[in-house]
């Protein structure tokens, strides 16, 4: 990487957006030319920038690939941070400009091509839009950055500020204006990084469309990752050595036992035997009636295994009943891939591979936990007193507690949130009772839906997966509401080709608290045939 040398780029703030903008300096003309000379300019704070040029391919356009890191430190821990980032910059720009948000622990710069929502495969860039990623101020996508503080509280905002202001900076100097509109898009932790900009930056984006967001993910989620190990450890067989083999909880077979049985009590609510629960809220569904009379046989649930399901699904709790997060919803995804993967893991051994059970535990541990506790193990997890260590980062890192977001919403900010019913990790029922939240600090549902809207998307793992139409144009919809003002009653959505439970299938994705309703003739492949109704 160039070392910075002159500097050739002013920011100024302006005071009613709080946008950076490009005070007294010569545009640069897009394309190759223009990306060399960009890799001389300079921004305040930036400490190193490269820049190299793309000329496209049959699938992605021409543009120019910025890579840069600023505001470098010394952690607590004797560690070198930064705050790294990529932006691309289309030569045929469409004038808008997209923050896509990150994931996980983060601590990858992920490649800036503007990942739409679900499985969507357009992106941003292909758009035409300049898009922007970064690591989120650390580096490694494993936990241990949690015990320097300054990183922590870059990984909670300060870095996504600070990167949003380099990257709009840049595309004032490359483009030679500002962009026209602004938007992000992001799913789990990318969705928590869209409601913290809505919150504690309102006046960064026009449109936020998130997935999945963490909004309470080291106050709850987190807490519910330990609750579902513990109750599932606890039935789980042992191997040899005496170890319990999480993976072994349930099989797979019993998972699909429980999945038709889902379906067989719920799916019909919409007038439509197919496979999909519109309303898993509504969903009423009680695991006894799997059990089996006598001993476990493959076409019922043992006594452990229901009580299980019924602990876990009711959602974590202390000893004297207080709910510590919501429950999860009943839903025909349970069978899918996913669900296990964030639940039970596939390992054969007593060392567990569920993304509770390493992910979310290494969280909690390093960065959750105020001091960290690096030694932690998720199984020792006490929910009377445990929950009190979370509370002063949760402050600083949440963002399911302001749920009336008045400046967005004075600024002119359009919301959309999506999330799948059979999120193994944040539950959408905790999306459900936000926006209803919301809804009633905002006047009601129908002025609330003026510029904020909900999602579900039914069958859906975390992000994209399980047996649902979990391709849809998330972008787009929110596109044509910032710009347009065509407000989404339904978005469009189908399984993808590559789906191994609905190929080609379609479906509409209802504004909340409508869901897709079957008419009553045609095909139940074909979105068409379904309406979008409030029961």
């Given at each position: 990487?160039?070392?910075?040398?002159?500097?050739?780029?002013?920011?100024?703030?302006a005071?009613n957006?709080?946008?950076?903008?490009?005070?007294?300096?010569?545009?640069?003309?897009?394309?190759?030319?223009?990306?060399?000379?960009?890799?001389?300019?300079?921004?305040?704070?930036?400490?190193?920038?490269?820049?190299?040029?793309?000329?496209?391919?049959?699938?992605?356009?021409?543009?120019?690939?910025?890579?840069?890191a600023a505001?470098?430190?010394?952690?607590?821990?004797?560690?070198?941070?930064?705050?790294?980032?990529e932006?691309?910059?289309?030569?045929?720009?469409?004038?808008?400009?997209?923050y896509?948000?990150?994931?996980?622990?983060?601590?990858?710069?992920?490649?800036?091509?503007?990942?739409?929502?679900?499985?969507?495969?357009?992106?941003?860039?292909?758009?035409g839009?300049?898009?922007?990623?970064?690591?989120?101020?650390?580096?490694?996508?494993t936990?241990?950055?949690?015990?320097?503080?300054?990183?922590?509280?870059?990984?909670?905002?300060?870095?996504?500020e600070?990167?949003?202001?380099?990257?709009?900076?840049?595309?004032?100097?490359?483009?030679?204006?500002?962009?026209?509109?602004r938007?992000?898009?992001?799913?789990?932790?990318?969705?928590?990084?869209?409601?913290?900009f809505?919150?504690?930056?309102?006046?960064?984006?026009?449109?936020?469309?998130?997935?999945?967001?963490?909004?309470?993910?080291?106050?709850?989620?987190?807490?519910?990752?330990?609750w579902?190990?513990?109750?599932?450890?606890s039935?789980?067989?042992?191997?040899?050595?005496g170890?319990?083999?999480?993976?072994?909880?349930?099989?797979?077979?019993?998972?699909?036992l429980v999945?038709?049985?889902?379906?067989?009590?719920?799916?019909?609510?919409?007038?439509?035997?197919?496979?999909?629960?519109?309303?898993?809220?509504?969903?009423?569904?009680?695991?006894?009636?799997l059990?089996?009379?006598?001993?476990?046989?493959a076409?019922c649930l043992?006594?452990?295994?229901?009580?299980?399901?019924?602990?876990?699904?009711?959602?974590?709790?202390?000893?004297?009943?207080?709910?510590?997060?919501?429950?999860q919803?009943?839903?025909?995804?349970i069978?899918?891939?996913?669900?296990?993967?964030?639940?039970l893991?596939?390992?054969?051994?007593?060392a567990?591979?569920?993304?509770?059970?390493?992910?979310?535990?290494?969280?909690?541990?390093?960065?959750?936990?105020?001091?960290?506790?690096?030694?932690?193990?998720?199984?020792?997890?006490?929910?009377?007193?445990?929950?009190?260590?979370?509370?002063a980062?949760?402050?600083?890192?949440?963002?399911?507690?302001?749920?009336?977001l008045?400046?967005?919403?004075?600024?002119?900010?359009?919301?959309?949130?999506f999330?799948?019913?059979?999120?193994?990790?944040?539950s959408?029922?905790?999306?459900?009772?936000?926006?209803?939240?919301?809804?009633?600090?905002n006047?009601?549902?129908?002025?609330?839906s003026?510029?904020?809207?909900?999602?579900?998307?039914?069958?859906?793992?975390?992000?994209a997966?399980?047996?649902?139409?979990?391709?849809?144009?998330?972008?787009g919809?929110?596109?044509?509401?910032?710009?347009?003002?065509?407000?989404?009653?339904?978005?469009e959505?189908?399984a993808l080709?590559?789906n191994?439970y609905?190929?080609?299938?379609?479906?509409p994705?209802?504004?909340?608290?409508?869901?897709?309703?079957?008419?009553?003739?045609?095909?139940?492949?074909?979105?068409?045939n379904?309406?979008?109704?409030v029961?």
């Amino acid at each position: 990487m160039r070392r910075v040398g002159l500097l050739l780029l002013v920011l100024a703030f302006a005071a009613n957006s709080g946008h950076a903008r490009l005070a007294a300096a010569d545009p640069i003309a897009p394309g190759a030319a223009g990306c060399t000379a960009l890799g001389a300019a300079v921004v305040p704070g930036l400490a190193t920038v490269r820049t190299t040029y793309d000329g496209g391919s049959a699938t992605q356009p021409a543009h120019c690939v910025v890579r840069g890191a600023a505001s470098p430190h010394t952690g607590a821990d004797g560690k070198a941070y930064e705050t790294r980032f990529e932006l691309r910059l289309p030569t045929d720009w469409s004038g808008r400009f997209l923050y896509q948000g990150g994931g996980g622990n983060d601590g990858i710069v992920a490649p800036a091509v503007g990942r739409n929502t679900g499985a969507f495969p357009e992106t941003g860039l292909q758009r035409g839009f300049a898009v922007v990623t970064t690591d989120a101020g650390h580096q490694g996508g494993t936990p241990e950055f949690g015990l320097d503080p300054t990183a922590r509280v870059d990984h909670a905002y300060a870095a996504h500020e600070r990167t949003a202001t380099l990257a709009l900076a840049i595309v004032a100097r490359y483009y030679g204006r500002a962009p026209d509109r602004r938007y992000f898009v992001g799913c789990s932790g990318g969705g928590r990084q869209g409601m913290m900009f809505a919150q504690r930056y309102p006046a960064y984006f026009d449109g936020i469309a998130i997935c999945a967001p963490a909004m309470r993910v080291s106050s709850g989620a987190t807490i519910a990752s330990a609750w579902d190990t513990q109750t599932y450890l606890s039935i789980a067989p042992s191997n040899p050595e005496g170890q319990r083999v999480l993976s072994r909880a349930f099989s797979d077979a019993d998972l699909a036992l429980v999945s038709r049985a889902v379906v067989a009590a719920c799916d019909g609510d919409d007038g439509a035997m197919d496979g999909m629960v519109q309303r898993p809220d509504a969903c009423r569904f009680t695991p006894k009636t799997l059990q089996c009379a006598g001993e476990k046989e493959a076409t019922c649930l043992s006594a452990p295994q229901v009580a299980a399901l019924e602990r876990a699904f009711g959602g974590p709790r202390t000893s004297s009943g207080k709910a510590l997060y919501v429950g999860q919803a009943w839903d025909p995804g349970i069978a899918a891939p996913g669900w296990r993967q964030w639940k039970l893991g596939t390992s054969q051994t007593g060392a567990p591979n569920a993304a509770n059970a390493t992910l979310m535990a290494g969280a909690l541990a390093h960065e959750f936990f105020t001091p960290p506790d690096p030694s932690f193990a998720i199984t020792s997890f006490d929910f009377d007193r445990d929950p009190a260590r979370m509370e002063a980062f949760s402050a600083v890192f949440d963002t399911y507690r302001d749920a009336t977001l008045a400046a967005f919403h004075k600024r002119g900010g359009k919301l959309l949130i999506f999330h799948g019913t059979a999120d193994p990790i944040f539950s959408a029922l905790e999306s459900i009772d936000y926006y209803q939240r919301l809804a009633r600090n905002n006047g009601g549902a129908k002025p609330t839906s003026a510029w904020a809207r909900l999602f579900l998307v039914p069958g859906m793992n975390h992000c994209a997966g399980g047996p649902a139409t979990d391709s849809f144009d998330g972008l787009g919809a929110m596109t044509r509401w910032v710009e347009q003002g065509a407000a989404p009653e339904r978005i469009e959505a189908s399984a993808l080709p590559s789906n191994q439970y609905f190929a080609g299938r379609t479906r509409p994705l209802c504004a909340y608290p409508a869901a897709a309703r079957y008419k009553g003739s045609g095909s139940l492949e074909d979105g068409a045939n379904f309406t979008c109704a409030v029961k």
